[in-house]
């Protein structure tokens, strides 16, 4: 018998081609060396092309998916993705109050096609209830501007970004530049320390599933016991190669790969 590997849990939603949301968390924990759970919150219909469907599972369904979880087997990191509406946020944030496992909020909100992933009407959620139960939140920079009012145009503007996420009481912000030209640069701060994190932009369009990836792997490590910073660098180094191998799949964005 070997010994158990940290346990992380993923609350968010499946992608049925593979790329993104439960699939990829699970595929980027099982590469980190973390044993992989779920907590579904919606399913969708999904290919290299865009999100065909989407629905969400019940509230109840949810609870009783965690509890089962936490009740047994216990966790070490969550991670949460997708929560579709309001309801799902303000009841994810519930239960996450009262874990002391650290919980790494990836605030989705639209998909790199475009497709709606968190109704309109669950912003004030996120904000009031998801943030401040954060250890560390990952939004990207249209992430940040749907949230917080800021926009960011340069690498400068990401300081008053990290400060706006912060005012809503997650312990850590990373802000994901990726979105701006240049190098993929993110800042990773708590107020006090600040983390410029860089790496070379890959001349790849295959990147879909990168920020679940991304907060993943975060998660992953503060499984295996890593302070954040040394986690979020172990993370983003991750996510880079996953991008840099990236693969065409279906006629449209393919996805990262994690057996780089
Ligand atoms: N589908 C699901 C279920 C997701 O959780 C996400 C992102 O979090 C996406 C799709 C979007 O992935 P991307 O924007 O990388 O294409």
Redesign the pocket.
């Known amino acids: 018998m070997s010994p158990a590997p940290p346990r992380v849990l993923t609350v968010?939603?499946?992608?049925s081609g593979g790329g993104?949301?439960i699939q990829a968390d699970v595929k980027t924990m099982l590469a980190l060396g973390v044993h992989g759970m779920s907590v579904i919150t919606a399913v969708?219909a999904?290919n290299s092309l865009g999100?065909q469907g989407a629905w969400e599972l019940p509230v109840e369904a949810v609870r009783a998916q965690y509890r089962s979880v936490v009740d047994d087997i216990g966790v070490q990191a969550v991670k949460t993705?997708?929560l579709a509406s309001a309801e799902l946020v303000e009841a994810v944030a519930a239960l996450l109050d009262g874990t002391d496992a650290p919980v790494v909020v990836?605030p989705?909100g639209v998909?790199?096609h475009g497709d709606p992933?968190l109704a309109a009407s669950a912003l004030d959620s996120v904000r009031a209830k998801l943030l401040p139960v954060a250890t560390v939140a990952t939004p990207n920079l249209d992430e940040v501007a749907q949230l917080t009012g800021v926009r960011v145009e340069n690498e400068s503007g990401m300081r008053e970004a990290a400060r706006a996420v912060l005012a809503y009481g997650p312990r850590w912000a990373l802000i994901k530049g990726g979105h701006l030209s240049g190098d993929a640069v993110d800042l990773l701060t708590d107020g006090s320390e600040e983390h410029w994190l860089r790496a070379p932009r890959y001349d790849n369009r295959h990147?879909?599933?990168?920020?679940?990836t991304l907060a993943s792997a975060i998660a992953s490590r503060l499984a295996h016991g890593d302070c954040v910073p040394e986690a979020v660098t172990a993370a983003k180094e991750y996510v880079t190669g996953a991008i840099a191998a990236g693969f065409a799949l279906g006629g449209g964005i393919g996805p990262v790969d994690h057996g780089w």
């Open positions: 968010a939603g499946s992608d993104a949301g969708t999904q999100v993705g997708m990836d989705v998909s790199k992933l990147t879909h599933g990168t920020g679940c």
